[in-house]
């Protein structure tokens, strides 16, 4: 086609374009290929081919992060400290009779052994966390990972019989990847069946980048089965069977501001020494001395002192202009991407709070929290009700709660409350919310569980406030014992023109 193209240029004939060119026969900009483009990937991936090519690359880069910059380790204490709080996500058993009302000795036994089996660390098989820590560790290593395993396993010496294992992402072999004769497949160490459904995980029984001593028979795989796995991560895609850090989007950008700080830290550090070099000249025909070891020599210079210079000596100051003055706004401008790649205000991940006012902290807040709050119900539904609902069947046919284990469904009625937040002028919130129930837009429920409390254990203890009152002879101001809110005085009327 070429040749011909030659041969028809040497006789004058030229090639037309096809009709508007083949641009105008784009329906989309975005499909555009050009040269302002032609570094834009184009080639379509499955989910697990895109995790796959770089999966370890994006795991290791994000806990590199997680140990050395701050941003980033600020953000795994901004996730902790609003997903779970510093009592996690607490439980409630909401047992009822067949005619509505609570079964109160249902409750209570369940209530507490869930406590005992988190608090004394029967809920680890290493008896080194509680179930609250249990929660924190999933959580940063979900974030931080991309995903983590936790494995059932049951056992004769703990009184409930049956304990959790967190598992490394690590362990979780992404290199076996294989087509089963039964139809299925095995990709990245996840088994799953002709139907798509995940059957088992394919562990190694060592970790992969472990130094010390490793097994006799070295890192093998084995093969657990799906029930006795809880694989913990936030799926992006349809099909996809591993986890990213949930840093991805900004590891790059993070990597380039810590090298950017550090050299910018280090110039500064240097301008602030203030040095300078003394130059020598020397007559023509005079010889140069030699220095006795080959080197220049050097001078401390003191504050206040004035000291003469050898004949033939010149000083010259050397004053580089560091901290650059634009340093300040250039790192707000990158944070400000990271963390919207991150999704978190930037005033959380920076810690930044100049400029603010109450009403544009709120603003920045309720998105965040919006975050928040979507993680909480996350790992709710794919940790704290899957663990129990596992744990209460256990317990029930064991007999570690004295219960009959055929009513197991009436049993799994559980609650779990996240922690809740108040912002800066609270009295708002709660006025809002006392003209909400008054007004029939809320109920009493509705404003105890916003606040993360729970209306049955907030009218018990005022119950038990009252009658603690009544029997010391104490009386308590205000309905229910409550202090009256004061209505806020009316604004002045601005003055006529």
Not at 349 to 361: A, C, P, R, T
Not at 434 to 450: D, P, T, Y
Request: aromatic share 8%; with cysteine; proline share 6%.
């Amino acid at each position: 086609m070429k040749l011909i193209d030659s041969i028809a240029r040497r006789f004058g004939y030229t090639k037309r374009p096809a009709s508007g060119g083949w641009r105008r026969n784009l329906a989309f900009k975005a499909a555009e290929n050009s040269r302002l483009t032609e570094d834009w990937p184009t080639r379509i991936l499955s989910a697990d081919s895109a995790v796959g090519t770089g999966l370890r690359t994006m795991r290791s880069r994000s806990r590199d992060l997680e140990r050395n910059d701050s941003h980033a380790r600020g953000f795994g204490k901004a996730l902790v400290r609003n997903v779970l709080g510093s009592e996690g996500i607490a439980f409630q058993s909401k047992v009822v009779e067949a005619n509505g009302t609570p079964d109160k000795l249902a409750n209570l036994r369940i209530e507490e052994a869930w406590y005992r089996w988190g608090i004394n660390r029967f809920c680890d098989v290493e008896r080194k966390l509680t179930w609250r820590e249990m929660q924190t560790m999933a959580l940063r290593r979900a974030a931080y990972d991309g995903e983590v395993l936790l494995r059932w396993v049951r056992e004769t010496a703990n009184p409930y019989g049956i304990s959790l294992r967190l598992i490394e992402a690590d362990l979780l072999d992404e290199t076996h990847n294989e087509n089963l004769e039964n139809g299925g497949t095995i990709r990245m160490g996840v088994e799953r069946n002709s139907i798509g459904q995940v059957t088992a995980y394919h562990l190694l029984n060592g970790h992969p980048g472990d130094t010390m001593p490793a097994p006799k028979n070295g890192n093998r795989r084995e093969r657990v089965p799906a029930e006795l796995i809880i694989h913990l991560f936030l799926p992006e895609r349809p099909g996809q069977s591993r986890g990213w850090p949930w840093l991805t989007a900004a590891i790059r950008d993070l990597g380039m501001l810590g090298g950017y700080k550090e050299a910018e830290l280090v110039a500064a550090r240097v301008s602030a020494a203030k040095a300078g070099f003394i130059t020598k000249t020397f007559p023509d025909g005079m010889p140069y001395p030699e220095e006795e070891d080959g080197s220049g020599k050097t001078m401390e210079v003191e504050p206040g002192i004035i000291e003469e210079l050898p004949m033939g000596s010149q000083f010259t100051p050397w004053d580089p202009t560091h901290p650059n003055t634009a340093f300040g706004d250039f790192v707000k401008s990158a944070l400000r991407s990271v963390a919207t790649g991150m999704g978190v205000s930037y005033n959380t991940l920076s810690s930044d709070l100049e400029g603010v006012n109450y009403s544009s902290i709120r603003a920045g807040l309720l998105d965040e929290r919006e975050e928040w709050l979507q993680i909480q119900s996350w790992l709710i539904d794919h940790l704290c009700r899957p663990v129990f609902r596992k744990w209460l069947e256990v317990c029930l046919l064991g007999g570690a709660i004295k219960l009959p284990p055929e009513k197991l469904e009436k049993f799994t009625a559980d609650t779990w409350r996240g922690r809740r937040w108040q912002w800066v002028d609270p009295e708002k919130d709660v006025r809002a919310g006392l003209l909400a129930v008054e007004g029939g837009l809320k109920s009493r429920r509705q404003i105890v569980a916003e606040s993360g409390g729970d209306i049955e254990e907030t009218l018990d203890e005022i119950a038990q406030d009252n009658q603690m009152a009544d029997e010391k002879g104490v009386t308590l101001s205000g309905p229910n014992g409550a202090q009256p809110v004061a209505k806020p005085a009316p604004e002045p009327n601005p003055p006529s023109q």
